[in-house]
């Protein structure tokens, strides 16, 4: 499908917002940091960055610096904690990260976020088994009520903090 087809069929998408997700796309595309930074709403530029960052993680889990690396980890506990649950981050996705993200939300200012998730580390097994296997019920509630906590944006909008922050570090996206 052409780059200019895609959207084509969805009814309640306007020519304006068709326009600006194939222009996100392209940019995404072609990995043009300096468009990205053009991007006006800051949900189409926290979508397309971590789009990029997907894309350079999956080529090379290695490849990311350490700037790129906390927005990366920010973006998807969010993104977890929004469509599944903060241990689907912590135990299933990137186990080898709970501790780092604790870290990455700190440095983009979500300090509310990152102490939750610093609880929530805490709660889980030493040895990396799976949560639920071991956990008694106080500590399901626990969690429960963590990622509730999480969940409710306690730091406010994070793609705020994304944009800000990697506005402070421009020059290492």
């Known amino acids: 499908m052409e780059d200019d087809e895609k959207y084509i069929g969805l ?14 796309d392209k940019i995404v595309k072609e990995q043009n940091i300096d468009e990205l930074f053009k991007l006006k709403d800051n949900s189409d530029f926290s979508i397309a960055l971590h789009e990029i ?7 090379d889990s290695t490849s990311l610096n350490e700037i790129q690396l906390n927005l990366f980890l920010c973006i998807h506990i969010e993104n977890a904690g ?19 993200v604790i870290n990455s939300l700190n440095e983009i ?3 509310k976020s990152s102490e939750i998730i610093r609880q929530a580390v805490e709660i ?4 990396g088994s799976w949560f639920f296997e071991t ?3 106080n500590k399901q509630e626990q969690i429960a009520k963590l990622d509730r906590d999480f969940s409710n944006y306690p730091d406010g909008k994070m793609t705020d903090l ?9 020059n290492n996206i």
């Open 53 to 59: 960052l997907i894309n350079k993680y999956e080529h």
């Open 135 to 137: 956990a008694d019920e």
């Open 162 to 170: 994304y944009r800000k922050y990697a506005e402070n570090n421009r």
């Open 11 to 24: 009814s309640w998408l306007t020519d304006e917002m068709r326009n600006q997700l194939i222009f996100r």
């Open 109 to 111: 200012g979500a300090v």
């Open 82 to 100: 929004q469509a599944d649950s903060i241990l689907s981050f912590l135990q299933e996705f990137f186990p080898q990260y709970s501790t780092k």
């Open 124 to 127: 889980l097994p030493k040895d």
